[in-house]
C-alpha cells in the first residue's frame, strides 16, 4: 500500500497541509497505475462526487467508494500498462476542506505481442477534499478533458 511521505496529514499547518493533499493525489495515481486496488480506495470518502462526463457521459453522479474502485478493478486489467502523470498541482484551503486541481497525462498501453496501442488522455482534475480523522480524502472529482 502506498504511504504519503510527507508530515501528519491531520495537521492545521498549511505546508503540511499541501504536502499532504499532493501526496493524496500521488497516491490516487500511483495506485491506479499499479493496479493497487486497497490504496486506491483509501483516497476516498466513503461516498464520492464524480463527474468525468467530459470523457464518459455515464461517469457523473455520487457513488459508493467500493463501487467505484470495483468499476476501475474491473476496466483496467484490460490495458497492460497506464501511467498517470499529475503535474500543476494547486491546492486551496479553506478549514477542514480544500480543493485540489492537477494537469493529467495518462497513458493507456495494450500490447499484443509486437503490436502495441498507447491511448493518451490529456485534461485536468479539479477535486474537492476533506479533512477527516484518517487524513484528507478526496470527496469529490471531476475530469475535464
Same mark, same amino acid.
Given at each position: 500500500? !502506498? ?11 498549511? /505546508?503540511?497541509?499541501?504536502?499532504? %493533499? *499532493?501526496?493524496?493525489? &500521488? ?10 486496488? /486497497?490504496?486506491?480506495?483509501?483516497? !476516498?470518502?466513503?461516498? @464520492?462526487? %464524480?463527474?468525468?462526463?467530459?470523457? $464518459? ?15 476501475? /478493478?474491473? %476496466? !483496467?486489467?484490460?490495458?497492460?500498462? *497506464? $501511467?498517470?502523470?499529475? &503535474?500543476? @498541482? *494547486? ?5 477542514? $476542506?480544500? &480543493?485540489?486541481?492537477? &494537469? %493529467?497525462? /495518462?497513458?493507456?498501453? @495494450? ?7 498507447? !491511448? ?7 477535486? $474537492? ?8 480524502? @478526496? ?7
Amino acid at each position: 500500500m !502506498f504511504k504519503p511521505m510527507s508530515a501528519d496529514p491531520k495537521s492545521a499547518d498549511p /505546508a503540511s497541509d499541501r504536502a499532504a %493533499l *499532493t501526496d493524496l493525489l &500521488t497516491t490516487f495515481a500511483q495506485a491506479l497505475d499499479a493496479r493497487d486496488w /486497497a490504496s486506491y480506495r483509501s483516497v !476516498f470518502t466513503d461516498e @464520492i462526487e %464524480l463527474d468525468y462526463s467530459s470523457w $464518459r457521459p455515464e461517469d457523473v453522479g455520487r457513488w459508493n467508494a467500493d463501487e467505484w474502485v470495483a468499476r476501475a /478493478a474491473g %476496466l !483496467f486489467p484490460g490495458f497492460t500498462y *497506464t $501511467r498517470h502523470a499529475l &503535474t500543476d @498541482i *494547486t491546492v486551496t484551503l479553506d478549514g477542514n $476542506r480544500a &480543493t485540489v486541481g492537477a &494537469t %493529467l497525462s /495518462a497513458d493507456h498501453a @495494450i500490447v499484443d505481442g509486437d503490436d502495441m496501442v498507447v !491511448f493518451t488522455l490529456h485534461g485536468h482534475y479539479d477535486d $474537492r477534499c476533506v479533512r477527516t480523522p484518517e487524513g484528507w480524502l @478526496i470527496s469529490a472529482k471531476r475530469l475535464v478533458v
